[in-house]
């Protein structure tokens, strides 16, 4: 499996969520971490940020 160049930190910056969220998302989805350093697998960063996108869509069609 390759490595992602992003960490959890860079993630949670990327789509302004604090590091916590991102680390409480990796929790729920069973991703190791050691830190929000932690540079993480290919497959694990795109299973985060399609989650992420997935939370965003569903507040925007709320407020809809």
Wanted: proline residues 0%.
């Amino acid at each position: 499996m390759g490595f992602a160049d992003l960490s959890i930190a860079e993630i949670a910056a990327d789509y302004n969520l604090s590091e916590m969220e991102v680390l409480a998302l990796c929790d729920q989805l069973g991703i190791a971490y050691k830190s929000s350093k932690t540079r993480i697998a290919l497959e694990d960063a795109k299973t985060i940020i399609s989650h992420i996108l997935t939370q965003i869509q569903s507040s925007s069609n709320q407020q809809d």
